[in-house]
């Protein structure tokens, strides 16, 4: 049974850094696409940035150049460098998966899920 769990969120100024933490366990697939995608009340969940069992990384492009997704296989974690937050970061944060190396923009094509960090940006 695949599980991912988020810490890292909270709540900081604009212009703060935080790291989202994704630890997963009972994923088997040599080949994967897993990431971040974050939803704001109102919103869409929306894709922010994800990484391939080839290496291949896309961000959505609100967040380039300020956002930087990495993983430590060793440890089986998935991370989300967050720096220059805004206040339009504010969202729940998810950290989701899919057993192949495809990294669909839709939020639909990912089969599994954490329960989502909270990320709060003030002005």
């Known amino acids: 049974q695949v599980q991912l769990v988020e810490s890292g969120g909270g709540s900081v100024q604009a212009g703060g850094s935080l790291r989202l933490s994704c630890a997963a366990s009972?994923?088997?697939?040599?080949?994967?696409?897993m990431g971040w995608f974050r939803q704001a009340p109102g919103k869409e969940r929306e894709r922010v940035a994800v990484v391939s069992s080839t290496g291949t990384t896309v961000y959505t492009g609100s967040v380039k150049g300020r956002f930087t997704i990495s993983q430590d296989n060793a440890k089986n974690t998935l991370y989300l460098q967050m720096n220059s937050l805004k206040p339009e970061d504010t969202a729940m944060y998810y950290c989701?998966?899919?057993?192949?190396?495809?990294?669909?923009?839709?939020?639909?094509?990912?089969?599994?899920w954490g329960q989502g960090t909270q990320v709060t940006v003030s002005s």
């Open positions: 009972g994923f088997t697939s040599s080949d994967y696409c």
């Open positions: 989701a998966a899919r057993s192949d190396r495809w990294c669909y923009a839709g939020f639909t094509f990912y089969n599994y």
